[in-house]
Structure formats: C-alpha cells, structure tokens
C-alpha cells in the first residue's frame, strides 16, 4: 500500500520489480456474475498464460521474489489465487491449471469449509496433492476493518488477531503450507491490520489492482480481481502484462492539505489529492505520461508539475464504499503499461458502514 509506506519509498531501488497476481472467486455459470469468471473464459485465461510463457509461481516461489526483488519485468511471472475456497476451484479451475502444470493458492475461511458452495477439507488436500497452497482469508470471513460497537481498541485487536492465528492453525494442522500468505476479506485493511500481520509473518493481499513493486507494502499487495465485467480477453491481457509504476514517493491529502494514511476516508478527506513522483532514473519513457480514472467518476485530469511529478484529483467526492483511483501510464516495452492504484474506502454520510458486499 502506498501511502501506508512513506518511509519505505525513500528507500526504492532503481531496478523495475514486477509481479502480477491473479484473484478469482468461482470459476461458474450457475455463480453470481459480478464474483464469476465463466469456465471457458478462465481456460482461455490460462491457455493465454501458457502459450505466452508466463512463468506462474508457487506460494514460496513468489515469497522468495519479494524477498529477493530481483527483476521480473521480463520473466512475465503470476501468481494465480482463488479466494474463499468455493467447489468451482475443484470442480472447474483445478483440471484446467493441472492440464497446464500451473501452481494456484487457494484462500480459505476454516468456518465454510465443507458447507455447502465450499470445498470440503478432503477436496483441499486433494488440491494440494495436486500443487495447490491451502492459505488464510480469516475464520469467519469478517470485514476486519469494523470495529463492534462495543468493541475497545484493544478488543478489536484481540479479535482480529485470533481470525488471523486460529485460521493459520487449522492450515498448519490440515496441510503442508509453508508460506504465510493471508488476503484480506473484501481486501479491506488499514496500517494496524497490515502491522499486525508483519509481526505475524504473513504477506498480505488486497484487491486494489496493479503489478507488484518496490514500493508497495508486503502486507497490502494489489491483486487484479476478475469477474463481472472485468475479465474479458482484452482487459485480461492489459493486466497480465502490467509493469508496477516506477514510483519514488506518493501521497494522499484531503482538502486542507493533511496527509491521509489509511485508506478509509474520513469527514472532509472525500476528494483525495494524490501527488506522485517517478524514479527519475531514465528506465521509463521521457515524456511519461499518467492518465487515471476515480471509481464511480471516470477519467480524472492529471497535472504535470514537472518531467517526473504528476497531480491528479477527483472533481468529485467519491462515492460510498469501497473505490480506486487507478493511473495507467506507457512504457517502453510494447503493449506493456505502468499501472498505479489506490484503494479507498468511505462511510455513508451518517458515519454508517456501507452495506456489507
Ligand atoms: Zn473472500
């Protein structure tokens, strides 16, 4: 995450990292669209990888590239992860990414395991006989970020942290994970989830989009999430073949100016101002160019405030829930662009939560 990382920017390197990770949920028909990817898209999906020569990575194969940062931007490597751990993964993913000898990650919420729509802990392990990682998504799949009513901070805390550990426990208990790998439920998150799960070992997935780089925080990673209209065979391979900006620093103020760190928006901080600087190292083209688009707004107008600095700002407040603001840019590798995205999220007006989604 970005501007959860202020201080971490300062220490990027001028080698361009790349990593793009893959989320679906169902991969079904019969499943609702917006979380869905139909069984003939997904295996044109993964035919596209194949015959491209995407390198796709297992769990620790993709732990070792964070930890290393080696230059990937010209290895093409994916991660592939299916979230919640829906009968889809076995019934219709599974032999398609086995036909192609693709590792996958599968996270899981311990408390559906073998309900119904779920894949029983039987059907897990056949997966991960066949090289899936079984990974942690929480116990009961809450939205982490909302504190009950009656909760002290402390309480939440306590709460969160046994989602977390009692889920990590059934993994550790059920399979032969090694690799801490955690996505948030409906990627939400703030600073302390993302410290909490640093000081838990777990590299921690969103699903705000973009490729991995330097400067993002390894607790809140970017996945390009498919289904609905995201998906189709041209979007597909924009994101795959996704460079991570080469950013230097970002951040994100509200209207009088404060810096804001989280991405829950509070009272007066609905129009994020969002500053960003590129490496100014010449691995990117001259006249870069960002465009960006706001949730819910559309294209959004950048300022160039010199070769390497960009502004950009909805003209809008944004709208309630959870929305993005995504920057595209070209690069020089053909049909491979720059891609930067931050997440937002914001209460009804009342200072309710959005529904529940
Ligand atoms: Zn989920």
Redesign the pocket.
Known sequence: MKFLSIAFLLMVSPVCFGLVVLQY?HVSDKTPSSTSVSPDLFEQHIRYLAENNFNVLTADEFADSLTFEKSLTDDKSVLITF??GYDSVLTEAHEVLKKYNFPYIV?I?PSKVGSKGYLSLKELQQLEGDGAAIAN?TWN?PHLIREKPSETKADWRLRVTEEITTTQQFIEANFDATTKLF?Y??GEFNQALAQLLEQLGFIGFSQHSGAIGHFDNRQALPRFAFGGNYGLMSDFRIKVNSLPLPVAHVDVRDKSGNLLYEPLLTEGSSIPKVTIQIQNNGSHPKNLQLSCFASGVGSIAVKKIDSTTFETQSPEPLPVGRSRYNCTATSKLAGRFYWLSLPFYKKNDDGSWYPEY
């Open positions: 949920h979230d919640d996270f919420n998504h799949h996505a439920p409906y």
